[in-house]
C-alpha cells in the first residue's frame, strides 16, 4: 500500500471535493494523491490538489 497525502480546500465556506472511481463506483473524497520518493506529505498534497481544483474548475457542478 502507498503512502497518500490529501488537502482540505476551503473556500467561501465551501469544500473541495473530487469525484473518482474506486472499485467501479463513484466516491466523493478531498483532493490528493501517493506521496513520490522524495517528495514530502505536504508537497505531494499542495501539488496533486492543484491538479485536482484545475480538472474540478473546468468540470464542477453543484451539489
Known sequence: MRNRSMALVVRNK????????????????LPGGGIEMGETPEEAAIFKGGCSFLAASKKSKKL
Open 14 to 29: 465551501k469544500i473541495l471535493m473530487v469525484q473518482t472511481i474506486h472499485f467501479n463506483r463513484f466516491v466523493w473524497e
